[in-house]
């Protein structure tokens, strides 16, 4: 009796597995490669790219994505834009207004979208200063960067209609604060997320002018791709765009995760030190009315004249080719 159970039960299990109605396994459909090429060390400010990764959101979108560290290799800092161009990469993150440099050079990249939405660049004073907006800079030190940094600034006094004769601008030649905690200087050109946070860090109360306060503002945090890609692979694009808007979202919705998936990829990094660096772009992110990732049109436009009327680009330039609005779609003005 024992057998014919058996025998039975084997037949069974043969029909069953040869009938129409079995379903075999499906077999997962390959990801895509995608090479991301960041534009600094790993730290805070990568933190939607690791959310995107850790939370799964690259992997739904159907893609396999390498997050490639910058900063400074041994041949000296690695540029995102070479990289992409070279190949070794099919996005990086630039400023927008490097990305419309380059491509007064001639160099074939289009922003895709940008992880803040307000540009981090500010004028740093110690509170007992009492520096609050432009006007007050008039007859103080103030030490910015040159390059993009300085035509900023310069963009600034010319929209508050202040005589740059009037202010006492040196090069700034440290990465530190020590010349604004020094006294060497009042004002210090620098991020609110960065040296912002140090200033507090060193125990100090500080002012901020934030340049998009004054309507001078740019993207700092630009993703961009190559005008081919663009073209002829739009919908990795697309998913990728998907998966990174997704990935600040869950950094604004959860800042602590962000600094711990921070952590996962340079664990010699300090959880307080990043937590208080992360926040503090958050605000940056996550701007009302807009959505996370997405690119304004008056934005570019305000770049653009910025650098024309500074003489860093020439009054030519179809910059409206520069960047792309079809892959993050804003509930912002345009």
Request: proline residues 5%; charged residues 15%.
């Amino acid at each position: 009796m024992k057998y014919h159970v058996l025998v039975f039960g084997l037949i069974a299990a043969i029909i069953t597995a040869c009938s129409p109605s079995a379903s075999p396994t499906a077999t997962p459909a390959p990801l895509t490669p995608v090479s991301v090429q960041m534009s600094w060390t790993y730290d805070y400010s990568s933190a939607p790219f690791f959310a995107a990764e850790m939370n799964g959101h690259f992997k739904q979108e159907g893609l396999q994505v390498t997050l490639v560290e910058g900063g400074f290799g041994s041949g000296g800092y690695i540029e995102p834009i070479d990289a992409v161009l070279n190949g070794e990469s099919e996005i990086g993150l630039a400023s927008a207004t490097t990305i419309l440099e380059k491509r007064a050079e001639g160099k074939p990249i289009v922003a895709i979208g940008s992880v803040l939405q307000r540009s981090p660049f500010a004028l740093i004073s110690l509170a007992d200063k009492n520096i609050v907006r432009p006007q007050d800079l008039v007859g103080h030190t103030v030490t910015v960067s040159q390059g993009g940094a300085m035509q900023v600034y310069m963009a600034l006094l010319a929209s508050q209609k202040i005589d740059p004769a009037e202010v006492n601008t040196i090069e700034r030649t440290s990465y530190g604060i020590e010349p604004l905690l020094t006294g060497e200087v009042d004002v210090l050109g620098g991020w609110i997320i960065n040296e912002g946070v140090l200033v507090k860090e060193a125990g100090k109360e500080a002012n901020f002018i934030l340049m998009s306060d004054y309507g001078v503002d740019t993207y700092d945090f630009v993703v961009f791709t190559t005008e081919d890609i663009v073209k002829t692979r739009p919908e990795i694009v697309q998913h990728f765009m998907n998966a990174l808007t997704a990935g600040i979202t869950d950094v604004i919705n959860n800042p602590q995760q962000g600094v711990e998936f921070t952590l996962h990829y340079n664990p010699e990094l300090k959880s307080d030190e990043q937590q208080r660096r992360l926040e503090a772009a958050i605000p940056l992110m996550n701007v009302p009315g807009v959505t996370p990732g997405s690119m304004q049109t008056a934005v570019w436009d305000a770049t653009y004249n910025m650098l024309v009327s500074q003489g860093g680009l020439a009054d030519k330039l179809d910059y409206a080719a520069a960047y792309t609005l079809d892959f993050v779609k804003s509930t912002g003005a345009q």
